[in-house]
C-alpha cells in the first residue's frame, strides 16, 4: 500500500483499520486496547514475540494494538517504511536525537524552530552533543555550518511564528551526498500537504496534536522512516538491532531506546482520538489553508497591518518555493502591529480567534508572540531571530471565511496607529 499508492489520499486512511485485517464484530475502527500486558498460552510464544521473531505485544510502553494502527496510517500517509508514535511531539524528536545520537555528535538545525524544540536542543548541547544552528532557508549558510562530524541536519518545513520555508530540496540532495541523516518535521505541512520523503527526507516527525489530530483534543507525536537512509552504514546502531533489515535498523533502534527504555508512550484513548481526526485531515486542512490565504491578503491590504508572513503572498521572501513544493501554503500566519498598538486588547476584541497558545485546531487561535511563546528567550534572541514585538501568530481554522474577517476587521478598525 505504501509505495505506488493505489487509492487515494483519504480513502487509504478511511479503509485503513477494516482492510490491514479483520476487526472483532466486524467493528469499522481498531477498537481501543487498553490492556497494558499480554498474555501467552505457550512461554515459547512470550520467548519469540520477545526475540522479536514473532509478531505480537508484550507490554503497552514498546507496542500496543491501536496504536499500531495510528502508526500504519501515518505510514501510508508519508509513504514511508514505517513509523513509531509517541505520546507527544516533543517526545518523538527528543527520542531521535536520544536513540541515534551520542557524545561528541555534531547536530546541525534550522535557527527557526518551534520554542520548544529549540529549548530541547539547548539541552542535548548541554549532555555533550555539538549543537548548532543557521539559517535554513540557505544552502550556503548551513552548508557553511557543516562539520566532518556533523550526524544529522534537522529543520522544519514551514517554520512558526515567521513562516520561513526551508530549502528542503538542496537540503536534502547535501544531505545524501554527505551521508548525514536529514529529519524533517513536517507538523506545520502534515503529509496531506508535503512529503518530505519528495526531497530526500530521512526521518519525518508530525506532532499528531496539531493538523493530524485536528480538534485539539489530543496530544501525540510520530517519526516516520522514509526507508532512504542506508541504516547499515550509520555507526550507531547497536549490534542487538542490526539484524534487522537495513531499512528497519533505525525504526528498531527508535522503540527500543527511544519509546521502550524512554518511555513517552501514546496512550492508546488518545490515538484513537488522533485515529479519528486524521479521517478528515484533507478536508479540514484544504479549507482552513483558503481561509489562511484570503484572512493573509486581507490583512496585507489593510493599512493599520505594518507586515503580514503567510507564504500565499508574492511578498513572502519563500512564495516561489512554497507554491512548487506544497499543495497549500500552509494554514498558520502571523502578522506586526505597530509596537505602540495595545496587542492585548486587539486580541480581547476578536470574537471568534481565541487567545491560545495551540496550533492546528479547527478553531482559529490567536497569540502575541513576544509576551508568551518566545518570552523565555529574552528580547535580543527575539531580534536576532526577527521576531517583532509586535508580532501576532495565528492558526487559522475552519470557521466560515466571511465571519474570520469581519472578526479581525472589527478589531482592526480599533486600533490606533
Ligand atoms: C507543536 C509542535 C511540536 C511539538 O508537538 P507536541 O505534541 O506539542 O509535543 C513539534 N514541532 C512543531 C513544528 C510543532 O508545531
Request: aromatic share 8%; hydrophobic share 45%; charged share 20%.
Amino acid at each position: 500500500m505504501a509505495q505506488d499508492r493505489p487509492r487515494g489520499f483519504t480513502t487509504d486512511i478511511l479503509h485503513s483499520d477494516r482492510l490491514r485485517g479483520a476487526i472483532e464484530h466486524g467493528a469499522l475502527h481498531k477498537p481501543v486496547h487498553s490492556s497494558v500486558a499480554y498474555g501467552f498460552e505457550d512461554a515459547q510464544m512470550l520467548a519469540a514475540v520477545f526475540q522479536g521473531t514473532e509478531k505480537g505485544f508484550s507490554y503497552s510502553r514498546s507496542g500496543n494494538p491501536t496504536v499500531e494502527a495510528l502508526e500504519a496510517k501515518i505510514t501510508a500517509m508519508e509513504e514511508g517504511v514505517g513509523t513509531v508514535a509517541f505520546a507527544t511531539g516533543m517526545a518523538a524528536i527528543g527520542s531521535i536525537l536520544f536513540s541515534l545520537l551520542r557524545a561528541g555528535d555534531h547536530f546541525l538545525s534550522s535557527a527557526f524552530l518551534f520554542g520548544n524544540t529549540n529549548s530541547l536542543f539547548q539541552s542535548f548541547a548541554a549532555q555533550g552533543i555539538d549543537v548548532s544552528f543557521a539559517d535554513a532557508t540557505s544552502l550556503d549558510a548551513m552548508k557553511a555550518a557543516l562539520r566532518p562530524e556533523t550526524r544529522m541536519v534537522f529543520v522544519e518545513t514551514i517554520a512558526n511564528p515567521r513562516t520561513q520555508i526551508a530549502d528542503l530540496e538542496a537540503l536534502g540532495a547535501l544531505c545524501a551526498e554527505r551521508g548525514i541523516v536529514f529529519v524533517v518535521d513536517n507538523t506545520m505541512t502534515s503529509p496531506w500537504l508535503f512529503q518530505p520523503k519528495a526531497v530526500g527526507a530521512h526521518l519525518v516527525v508530525n506532532a499528531l496534536t496539531k493538523y493530524i489530530g485536528g480538534h485539539g483534543a489530543a496530544l501525540g507525536g510520530a517519526v516516520t522512516d522514509t526507508g532512504l537512509f542506508p541504516w547499515d552504514r550509520y555507526p550507531h546502531i547497536f549490534d542487538a538491532y542490526r539484524s534487522a533489515p537495513p531499512a528497519r535498523q533505525a525504526l528498531t533502534q527508535l522503540r527500543k531506546k527511544g519509546l521502550r527504555d524512554f518511555g513517552a508512550s501514546l496512550a492508546p484513548e488518545a490515538a484513537h482520538t488522533l485515529a479519528l481526526g486524521a479521517e478528515t485531515l484533507a478536508l479540514r486542512l484544504d479549507r482552513a489553508c483558503a481561509n489562511a490565504a484570503a484572512l493573509a491578503s486581507f490583512l496585507e491590504a489593510h493599512p493599520k497591518v505594518q507586515r503580514v508572513y503567510h507564504p500565499s503572498l508574492k511578498s513572502h521572501a519563500q512564495h516561489d518555493r512554497a507554491t512548487r513544493l506544497f499543495r497549500h501554503p500552509g494554514a498558520l500566519l502571523s502578522f506586526e502591529l505597530d509596537p505602540r498598538e495595545d496587542l492585548f486588547a486587539f486580541c480581547d476584541r476578536l470574537q471568534l480567534a481565541v487567545n491560545s497558545t495551540n496550533l492546528g485546531d479547527n478553531r482559529t487561535l490567536i497569540i502575541p508572540v513576544a509576551h508568551t511563546i518566545y518570552f523565555e528567550m529574552g528580547a535580543a534572541r527575539r531580534a536576532e531571530m526577527g521576531l517583532a514585538e509586535g508580532l501576532l501568530r495565528v492558526s487559522v481554522g475552519i470557521e466560515d471565511s466571511g465571519d474570520l474577517l469581519a472578526d479581525f476587521e472589527a478589531s482592526l478598525g480599533a486600533l490606533k496607529f
